[in-house]
């Protein structure tokens, strides 16, 4: 398994004593495991231990370090109001990624601030058309199907009924 998915072995080894907000962190890694978590901290997207030294080659910024009773954590980065530009990066190197944004104003709880997975970007998922290469077609396609109702019998008996969205 990649050392950048799942929770960081860093902080498993201390878990019990991590701070609210790693420990959250923490979390979100073991929820999230086949994905490569970014953690709303402000006005940036952060990852810890081996997915910050990931994100920090994969997106050019810069790894540094977050210190706290339990140790010193790798840190990197990228600010919100480009993100999308460093998650079409992470994508391009083959990961999903589990958006976590703060989810209450920072200003409004004298506790640590809640976030949670806003959404999980694949290649299979992308909506957001800065990370869709505008001059491509991208299709969406649905397609479902229904079994026939006995009680509706007559000359479709048993006939399936079919449904696609294009």
């Given at each position: ?31 999230y ?25 994969l ?7 977050r ?8 840190m990197?980065?990228?600010p ?11 994508l ?52 479902t ?8 019998a ?13």
């Amino acid at each position: 398994m990649d050392a950048a998915l799942g929770p960081p072995a860093k902080m498993a080894d201390r878990e019990d004593e991590l701070t609210p907000m790693m420990a959250q962190y923490f979390e979100l890694c073991r929820a999230y495991d086949d994905s490569l978590v970014l953690f709303q901290v402000g006005d940036f997207y952060e990852a810890f231990c081996e997915a910050a030294e990931r994100v920090a080659r994969l997106c050019e910024v810069t790894l540094t370090k977050r210190e706290d009773n339990t140790g010193e954590y790798p840190m990197a980065g990228v600010p919100i109001d480009n993100a999308e530009s460093y998650i079409d990066r992470l994508l391009d190197a083959g990961y999903r990624v589990a958006v976590a944004d703060q989810v209450e104003d920072p200003d409004q709880t004298t506790g640590v601030v809640e976030r949670r997975v806003t959404r999980v970007v694949t290649p299979g998922t992308l909506t957001e058309d800065e990370l869709l290469g505008s001059p491509d077609n991208n299709f969406v396609a649905c397609l479902t199907a229904e079994g026939a109702d006995p009680a509706n019998a007559g000359d479709d008996a048993g006939a399936e009924t079919y449904g696609l969205a294009l």
